[in-house]
């Protein structure tokens, strides 16, 4: 699948900003199962710099750093990219998640040493209460894959998808207690299961293209970011699991980047001076081709 991705950020201040610097994961990385033809990202006001690098993870990173006052800014990022579904992973011939751990653990490999970093807590990836909560899916010699399939359908059964109960800083003990968040909760929720028992698992940011009811018409700007768990398996790679929409990811999930938990692949982040209060707009259009 081919989609053009416009992705627009709009921060409205109460007072003028003297300067700014932000560092925006906007633009999608190519691999394997993805590759990135075109990609630019547009601001105005026009930066004093703006330079683009590759982080630890391999994602590509924007940073800005704008001098000139402003009561708005606004970051325009629009891609062209080519996705391919992951049709060759069968769940039940993975091997065991007892075999998974022990192959991350002994780092024999270059990929199980590279799998092995995200064997860990992070920040916004406690594991206080996950281990519980996934140990009922435990069962001696199942299937990796399956397991992530089995935790994909728990979450998305036990929770409620809704908005204003948690933030970007919420704890995983805090979602478990309130049985409700969304995609970033649900993301590091499979994050903590998963690394509770051993196993390497990776957040992972990007865009999901959404379909209109039958009948109405697709609205501009209603599409969203999105966030989903990735978890290796020795047979097959990594292998993304989405929770919020309890699938395995297919060719409609396009990715930005991924890391040990948001705070490595967050849309924007930066600091101001000056600015008082201010308001934030997102209106993302994922287009195929």
Same mark, same amino acid.
Request: overall charge negative.
């Given at each position: 699948?081919?989609?053009?991705?416009?992705?627009?950020?709009?921060?409205?201040?109460?007072?003028?900003?003297?300067?700014?610097?932000?560092?925006?994961?906007?633009?999608?990385?190519? =691999?394997?199962?993805?590759? +990135?033809?075109? #990609?630019?990202? &547009?601001?105005?006001?026009? $930066? !004093?710099?703006?330079?683009?690098?590759?982080?630890?993870?391999?994602?590509?990173?924007?940073?800005?750093?704008?001098?000139?006052?402003?009561?708005?800014?606004?970051?325009?990022?629009?891609?062209?990219?080519?996705?391919?579904?992951?049709?060759?992973?069968?769940?039940?011939?993975?091997?065991?998640?007892?075999?998974?751990?022990?192959?991350?653990?002994?780092?024999?490999?270059?990929?199980?040493?590279?799998?092995?970093?995200?064997? =860990?807590?992070?920040?916004? +990836?406690?594991? #206080?209460?996950? &281990?519980?909560?996934?140990? $009922? !899916?435990?069962?001696?010699?199942?299937?990796?894959?399956?397991?992530?399939?089995?935790?994909?359908?728990?979450?998305?059964?036990?929770?409620?998808?809704?908005?204003?109960?948690?933030?970007?800083?919420?704890?995983?003990?805090?979602?478990?207690?309130?049985?409700?968040?969304?995609?970033?909760?649900?993301?590091?929720?499979?994050?903590?299961?998963?690394?509770?028992?051993?196993?390497?698992?990776?957040?992972?940011?990007?865009?999901?293209?959404?379909?209109?009811?039958?009948?109405? #018409?697709?609205?501009?700007?209603?599409?969203?970011?999105?966030?989903?768990?990735?978890?290796?398996?020795?047979?097959?790679?990594?292998?993304?699991?989405?929770?919020?929409?309890?699938?395995?990811?297919?060719?409609?999930?396009?990715?930005?980047?991924?890391?040990?938990?948001?705070?490595?692949?967050?849309?924007?982040?930066?600091?101001?001076?000056?600015?008082?209060?201010?308001?934030?707009?997102?209106?993302?259009?994922?287009?195929?081709?």
């Amino acid at each position: 699948m081919e989609y053009q991705i416009q992705h627009t950020t709009r921060f409205t201040y109460e007072q003028p900003v003297g300067s700014s610097y932000q560092t925006l994961h906007l633009t999608p990385r190519s =691999f394997d199962r993805q590759l +990135v033809n075109r #990609a630019a990202v &547009r601001v105005t006001p026009e $930066p !004093l710099s703006q330079e683009t690098r590759i982080d630890f993870f391999g994602n590509s990173v924007t940073d800005l750093f704008i001098r000139n006052p402003h009561d708005e800014l606004t970051i325009f990022s629009e891609s062209n990219v080519v996705v391919t579904a992951n049709e060759g992973v069968l769940l039940d011939l993975s091997p065991s998640w007892e075999t998974t751990t022990q192959v991350a653990r002994s780092a024999l490999t270059d990929d199980a040493r590279e799998a092995g970093r995200f064997c =860990f807590p992070s920040p916004h +990836v406690e594991l #206080a209460g996950a &281990r519980d909560y996934a140990r $009922p !899916l435990m069962a001696p010699g199942k299937p990796l894959l399956r397991l992530a399939m089995e935790l994909t359908e728990r979450i998305h059964t036990d929770f409620e998808y809704r908005g204003g109960v948690t933030d970007v800083h919420t704890p995983v003990p805090d979602v478990l207690a309130s049985r409700a968040g969304v995609c970033q909760d649900f993301a590091h929720l499979g994050l903590a299961c998963l690394r509770a028992w051993g196993l390497p698992a990776r957040y992972v940011s990007g865009y999901l293209l959404t379909r209109p009811p039958e009948g109405q #018409a697709r609205l501009t700007g209603a599409d969203a970011s999105h966030a989903w768990f990735s978890v290796w398996c020795p047979e097959f790679g990594w292998v993304d699991f989405d929770p919020t929409n309890n699938l395995k990811t297919h060719a409609e999930h396009i990715t930005i980047g991924w890391g040990r938990d948001y705070s490595d692949v967050s849309p924007t982040r930066g600091h101001i001076h000056g600015g008082g209060a201010q308001q934030l707009d997102v209106a993302v259009d994922v287009i195929p081709v």
